[in-house]
């Protein structure tokens, strides 16, 4: 009787996230440990490149220090993990929920995923934005939607 009650308990916490958690590169789920540690507060000045440059600093990843974050992944050809970065570039995303059409401009964004929903759509966590001001939230992303503009996203990568 406890092996059938289990086994629901421990395919639960194999996938998280939508990714099986030993799939998730450590230095990505130690971006999302202290993505959680500071969500609702303001990082440093509140800045979405905050965000990334703390978490980065923290893990002791290997990057350039600016919009480059690690290694350059393709989203239509890689897996995305929660923890990997996302640099927006004059970038425009339209949508249409029920009867209200939504535009979003991000001339210069930065955000890391925190979940991944399906392939090319993610829950980020982000500041300095309308909606959640200068504290860390989470905001949803759909690289479907965006119509102009350019999103690179990176995979933070140890010192070697």
């Not at 009787?1 to 939508?18: E, Q, R, S, T």
């Not at 130690?30 to 609702?40: D, F």
């Amino acid at each position: 009787m406890i092996k059938k009650l289990l086994l629901p308990v421990i395919i639960f916490c194999l996938f998280i996230n939508g990714k099986s958690h030993s799939q998730i590169p450590e230095m990505n789920k130690q971006i999302i440990e202290y993505v959680n540690s500071v969500m609702g507060k303001k990082v440093d000045r509140g800045e979405c490149w905050d965000l990334a440059n703390k978490a980065l600093i923290k893990v002791k990843a290997d990057w350039e220090g600016k919009l480059v974050y690690g290694k350059l992944l393709n989203p239509k050809k890689d897996s995305i993990y929660p923890g990997d970065i996302i640099q927006y570039k004059d970038v425009v995303v339209k949508y249409t929920e029920g009867n209200t059409k939504y535009t979003e401009t991000m001339k210069q964004h930065t955000s890391i995923v925190y979940k991944v929903i399906s392939k090319g759509v993610y829950e980020v966590a982000e500041q300095n934005t309308g909606y959640g001001g200068k504290k860390v939230t989470i905001g949803k992303l759909n690289i479907n939607h965006i119509v102009k503009g350019k999103v690179m996203i990176y995979r933070p990568v140890p010192y070697e």
